[in-house]
């Protein structure tokens, strides 16, 4: 069972440099949010704390990356968004959140049921047999 501390996150979002302004106006757009707390952590930075059931850092950054917000791309940076990434994806599967699907499988899955299944080797059987 995981305890309040395990899925009580506090992340870090850092803004490229340019377009100047856009750390305050993702402020002002995040602090809208039932149950995300946010704070200026730098002239470049936000510091994010949310429960891990009701948002990701990855749902975050790319709802940001949609309204048209510059994040940092240095590798350090890049390194420790895709660990925060995995880690969270991880642990809401643990905990039973199903992961947004982002695929209808449901055409593929037709089509391999109305197609022909067996043996589809094309060589005479008295050829694969061994004598």
């Known amino acids: ?3 309040p501390c395990d899925i009580q996150k506090r ?4 803004f490229h440099p340019l377009p100047p302004g856009q750390v305050e106006r993702a402020l002002a757009l995040l ?3 039932p149950g995300l707390t946010v704070a200026q952590s730098g002239p470049l930075a936000l510091q994010l704390e949310y429960c891990v059931a009701d948002y990701t850092l990855q749902d975050l950054e790319s709802a940001l990356s949609i309204q048209g917000f510059h994040l940092e791309g240095s590798l350090l940076i ?8 995995y880690s969270e994806r991880v642990q809401r599967e643990n905990m ?4 947004s699907r982002t695929k209808n499988y449901q055409a593929h899955m037709e089509a391999w049921t109305k197609r022909p299944h067996g043996d589809h080797d094309e060589t005479p ?3 694969r047999q061994y004598k």
């Open 1 to 3: 069972m995981t305890s």
């Open 11 to 14: 992340r870090e979002i850092v």
């Open 31 to 33: 602090c809208g949010l």
């Open 78 to 85: 890049r390194i420790r968004r895709t660990l925060a990434y």
């Open 96 to 99: 039973g959140k199903p992961e």
């Open 125 to 127: 059987a008295e050829w």
